[in-house]
């Protein structure tokens, strides 16, 4: 089992700048790929940005492209989304994901544990 937190939401200007944290416990963290994902109200929760188990291979969708970055700390079992240049559509609940074996990075049926999301609101 894996225990995902996350933190690190909250309410910020468009232009602004917020740093999401996800501190994983229970099974071993490195050598597992981590992900975030979000999910507007009406919509599909959507792929945001994945990391390799080594951080040394990135992937992020397109609308966040140049302006978050994902990285990860094995020694502190964290993972982190540094988001910049806030726009009012990154508007939705994040959620850090888990991927136990293989799959593709972008497909959220791909990760096996999941945490309770944090909430991230940009005000225009």
């Known amino acids: 089992q894996v225990q995902l937190v996350e933190s690190g939401g909250g309410l910020v200007q468009a232009g602004g700048s917020l740093r999401l944290s996800c501190a994983a416990s229970?099974?071993?963290?490195?050598?597992?790929?981590m992900g975030w994902f979000r999910q507007a109200p009406g919509k599909e929760r959507e792929f945001v940005a994945s990391i390799s188990w080594t951080g040394g291979t990135t992937y992020y969708a397109d609308s966040v492209k140049g302006r978050f970055t994902i990285s990860r700390d094995n020694a502190k079992r964290t993972v982190y989304l540094q988001m910049n240049s806030l726009k009012p559509e990154d508007t939705a609940v994040y959620y850090c994901?888990?991927?136990?074996?293989?799959?593709?990075?972008?497909?959220?049926?791909?990760?096996?544990?999941w945490g309770q999301g944090t909430q991230v609101t940009v005000s225009s």
């Open positions: 229970g099974r071993t963290f490195s050598g597992y790929a």
């Open positions: 994901a888990y991927r136990l074996n293989g799959g593709s990075y972008y497909y959220q049926g791909s990760y096996d544990y």
